[in-house]
């Protein structure tokens, strides 16, 4: 049944890398003389599910992911989209803009996923509208009102950090985003969780960090040595 989905991975780059300051998109900073993003481009890029690949990025620097895509060699059909000011409206941009049964989200600021996971996810999609990769958190979480004051505490067995990539039924995500356009969501799960779909954890590893501030690009070049 799985086989005969068509499955689209979206890359999103078109964030504004705030917290990694330089006034520099981290998804083109280089990893072992490799621009950020050639990481999860090459990933989804060899991984046997994945048809096409779209990539959300800022008008002024699609010539950068043309270029990353032609000197990296990368076989499948790669298209760009020009991405939002939010990371749910570039998730929006992209998911109408194409068409396909599955769409496999990832932040290209992730460059250490692993095969194992996309495969998890897409394959997982026999039996949940979502699925996202996560890791057990480590720490206790306590939830808090606007004012700091705590109003709970989570079960630490319970609590999960979660990661990209994340999967979903495109239809479902498309009626999702146009139903809740003004739900202001940190990723696509919440929109589901709102509308009580089930969404199904993946449990991933620690390796899958996010690049969020200049230091990141030194752990992450650690990391890629054990996984690459």
């Not at 504004?16 to 998109?25: A, W």
């Not at 999960?160 to 940190?186: A, G, S």
């Not at 991933?204 to 996010?210: A, C, F, H, V």
Request: aromatic share 8%.
């Amino acid at each position: 049944m799985l086989d005969a989905k068509t499955v689209i991975a979206i890359i999103l780059v078109a964030g504004n890398s705030t917290r990694f300051g330089q006034n520099r998109n981290k998804n083109f900073e280089k990893i072992n003389e490799k621009a950020v993003l050639y990481y999860s481009l090459k990933a989804f890029d060899e991984n046997k599910y994945i048809d096409n690949i779209v990539i959300a990025t800022k008008k002024e620097e699609i010539s950068k992911v043309k270029a990353i895509i032609e000197q990296e060699n990368i076989a499948k059909n790669v298209k760009t989209v020009i991405g939002g000011s939010s990371r749910k409206q570039s998730v929006y941009n992209c998911i109408k803009d194409i068409n396909s049964d599955i769409v496999i989200i990832h932040d290209g600021a992730r460059p250490i996923i692993k095969q194992e996971y996309i495969n998890k996810c897409i394959e997982n999609m026999g039996n949940f509208e979502g699925v996202a990769v996560g890791v057990r958190s480590k720490d206790t979480i306590k939830i808090t009102d606007e004012n700091n004051i705590v109003i709970n505490t989570t079960k630490r067995a319970n609590t999960w950090i979660i990661q990209t990539p994340q999967c979903f039924d495109r239809k479902v995500l498309l009626n999702m985003h146009n139903k809740y356009k003004n739900e202001d969501v940190t990723d696509d799960c919440e929109l589901l969780e709102i509308d009580n779909h089930k969404v199904k954890i993946i449990e991933g590893d620690y390796t899958n960090i996010k690049i969020t501030t200049y230091e990141d690009l030194d752990i992450a070049k650690e990391f890629l040595k054990y996984n690459y």
